[in-house]
């Protein structure tokens, strides 16, 4: 396994279209269980823990270390108790509908800042499988990412990526997949300016993609979504990127290693958020 390929985020595009409600901090720490997984090569079971640092998520998502500590201290109250629901099809073609918790375990010790994970056994497969229905991008595309429904409709378009295009979603469906809840922003008007919008404007100036919405009508009722969307500049995208990273010391770089953690290893970690001045 590359070391590109393992900094990626990869999911069955059945999980991708599972609807969840996950908050914003959980659902980061969903995905840097993820990256856990395949950087640290020992993959997801359905025994042994996924380690998350409070480091990496300080690192990853540019947020306050004592910030860092609480949120993900909150998450694990909530985590357990969150489901999801997906579709497979029987040997006799009939549709399964399943429903899942998305973890068996979940813990957080705090004198060492760092929570343990176990992932349940119905979303290890969807997850650790790499085949051709398989949706990847990197971490950096989504860290700067602060609305929850921006990361969600960011997974969602890019499943589509050899289009260019979705497909139209039904209202009632694409609010479930982005995770609204049923009693939120009932009014259209407040949907699109509360939670589309802002995914949309923050997906076009974060990520390495620029996407639209059109609205479909029956009359004057505003019925479903679709999305089209085009790659940006691979080299401005990264050179903005390098542009807002942190000026750091070597010194305060090894502060930040994790015990036992290589300079290689510590190096490739803190690239992305970090610019070591005098190495």
């Known amino acids: 396994m590359t070391k590109k390929i393992s900094k990626l985020v ?10 969840c409600n996950f908050d914003l901090v959980e659902k980061r ?17 359905a025994k042994d823990p996924l380690i998350i640092h409070a480091e990496s998520y300080i690192n990853h ?7 860092a ?87 969602l378009v890019i499943s589509w990526r050899a289009t260019g295009k979705t497909p139209t979603f039904d209202v009632s469906d694409f609010r479930h997949k982005l995770g609204v809840e049923p009693d939120e922003y009932l009014r259209m008007d407040h949907f699109k300016s509360r939670v589309l919008d802002i995914a949309i404007k923050q997906i076009n100036q974060h990520t390495d993609i620029t996407a639209k919405y059109e609205q479909h009508k029956r009359g004057r009722s505003i019925t479903g979504f679709s999305f089209t969307f085009k790659q940006k500049n691979a080299e401005k995208t990264l050179n903005t990127a390098k542009k807002g990273r942190q000026r750091i010391t070597k010194k305060e770089a090894e502060e930040m290693a994790y015990l036992g953690e290589s300079w290689p290893d510590l190096l490739a970690r803190l690239t992305s958020q970090y610019h070591i001045i005098d190495m």
């Open 29 to 45: 720490l969903i995905l840097l269980a993820i990256i856990e997984a395949r950087e640290s090569g020992k993959g997801i079971s």
């Open 10 to 19: 990869v999911k069955d595009n059945a999980l991708i279209n599972a609807s």
């Open 61 to 67: 998502f540019g947020v306050h270390r004592n910030g």
């Open 69 to 155: 500590y609480k949120a993900l201290k909150d998450a694990c109250d909530d985590i357990f108790l969150r489901q999801f629901s997906y579709q497979s099809f029987s040997e006799k073609g009939n549709v399964i509908n399943h429903k899942s918790r998305w973890v068996s375990e979940v813990a957080y010790i705090e004198n060492e800042a760092i929570v343990q994970l176990i992932f349940a056994p119905a979303v290890i497969p969807l997850i650790t499988q790499l085949e051709k229905q398989f949706t990847s991008y990197e971490i950096e595309q989504i860290s700067e990412l602060t609305s929850v429904y921006a990361i969600r409709l960011y997974e």
